[in-house]
């Protein structure tokens, strides 16, 4: 079997993680011929190439903006995503790919490729969009999810509350939730970073991931500098990348009003941050809506309590009280209890570690993932051709659509 994945991305965020992880079991099953397109040079490119996996580059534009920025009318999607499409089919037809593979709900050029070849179209859907990301559909959500269910054959969701926030306009009979897996290289394990926090007696406190206000770093600001108020031996280590200027002018201004901004690191992303999940004694989410929650699992293979906020796919990982513990968003006061109480409460804080680790291990292993991906794909091999509603939404006449080798019912 040949399947062509499409990468919105070429970094290495945690869609293009798993990503990989699959890719590396896919390699292994006799007869699977695999091909990857992604936007440009990347990380992951570095990873395919070591891997032996097939890769190539070709542009191709988001269909989502962020809140603010002006949105395309319809009638640009010929223009935007159709043409480049076309220019993706030709290089990659002589692949004859049985079916294409989009890894985000963030591109659509997969879906119009597959269209154009006339092979079966899986769509990974793994974000809440705004909720979780701040993006928003460029043509709008509705549009988008239809479009979504009519150029695939199936749509897969990485959790049932990302399933739930398309469910109105994408069939059942098409959907299926398969969560992330998680698998850490035993390498990045045993490497070695100076200690990064600077207090050894401190109860030390981990965030990691993107820093953007969805992510909710000013909650655990807040919770910490409470913590310090109470005379609690706290330190807090923001890591993450943030393109949002003014926002970290907010995150150093609030670490500036503490009084103790000593307490406090904000350090950039690093590829392998595992080490610093060694250091940590405490991982914390704090986003106010997540679509799954990787780094929940990340913080449970290291045996770590992980205090989330409850919100999106999150309740589907931690069960509070028993393998982590859940807060209310924006409520800082909450979090700061729910860290007390594991600072001060040892027992309680080491079965919470060891549930949240058999948690982990035994619902969320690459194997399993892997291979149950790979039984889904080998299962889709019907094509679906949309209506022909659709060149009248995509605002182009039937003539264009068979020059663009576009297929429609």
């Not at 269909?63 to 043409?83: A, I, M, Q």
């Not at 350090?267 to 914390?284: G, H, K, T």
Request: charged residues 25%.
């Amino acid at each position: 079997m040949k399947i062509c994945f499409i990468s919105h991305s070429s970094n290495l965020g945690g869609a293009e993680r798993s990503l990989l992880y699959l890719l590396e079991t896919l390699k292994k099953i006799p007869k699977m011929r695999l091909c990857v397109v992604l936007p440009s040079d990347g990380a992951l490119g570095v990873k395919l190439t070591r891997a032996r996996i097939n890769w190539i580059i070709h542009p191709y534009k988001w269909w989502t903006v962020r809140r603010g920025e002006s949105r395309r009318p319809v009638n640009t999607f010929f223009y935007t995503h159709l043409d480049s499409a076309k220019r993706l089919k030709n290089k990659i037809e002589k692949f004859h790919p049985d079916l294409v593979v989009t890894n985000t709900s963030t591109i659509c050029i997969g879906a119009l490729v597959a269209n154009m070849l006339r092979v079966p179209h899986i769509w990974y859907v793994r974000e809440l969009g705004e909720k979780d990301h701040g993006f928003i559909f460029e043509f709008g959500f509705a549009f988008t999810a239809k479009f979504i269910n009519d150029f695939s054959s199936r749509v897969i969701f990485n959790s049932k509350a990302v399933m739930k926030e398309f469910g109105k306009y994408i069939l059942r009979s098409k959907s299926t939730v398969v969560y992330n897996s998680i698998r850490i290289n035993r390498k990045l394990f045993i490497k070695k970073l100076p200690v990064t926090f600077n207090y050894p007696n401190a109860f030390k406190l981990l965030i990691a991931g993107t820093i953007s206000k969805k992510k909710g770093q000013l909650d655990i600001i807040r919770a910490t500098s409470l913590l310090l108020v109470r005379k609690l031996d706290v330190e807090l280590l923001i890591l993450g990348r943030c393109t949002d200027d003014v926002f970290m002018k907010k995150i150093h201004n609030l670490i500036d009003q503490s009084g103790k901004k000593w307490r406090f690191q904000v350090r950039d992303f690093i590829e392998n941050p595992y080490p610093l999940f060694q250091q940590c004694d405490a991982v914390l989410v704090c986003s106010k809506n997540e679509a799954f929650g990787r780094t929940i699992l990340e913080g449970m293979l290291f045996k770590k309590p992980v205090i989330a906020a409850d919100g999106g796919g999150v309740s589907e990982i931690i069960k509070h009280e028993k393998n982590g513990f859940l807060y209310t968003h924006g409520n800082y006061e909450d979090l700061a209890s729910k860290i007390e109480l594991v600072m001060t409460n040892s027992k309680l804080r080491e079965n919470i570690a060891i549930c949240g680790f058999d948690t982990a291990k035994g619902k969320f292993l690459n194997k399993n993932y892997s291979y149950k991906l790979a039984n889904i794909f080998k299962s889709t091999r019907v094509f679906s051709s949309p209506s022909k509603r659709w060149v009248k939404r995509l605002n182009f006449n039937l003539k264009q659509a068979r020059e663009l080798g576009l297929e429609f019912n």
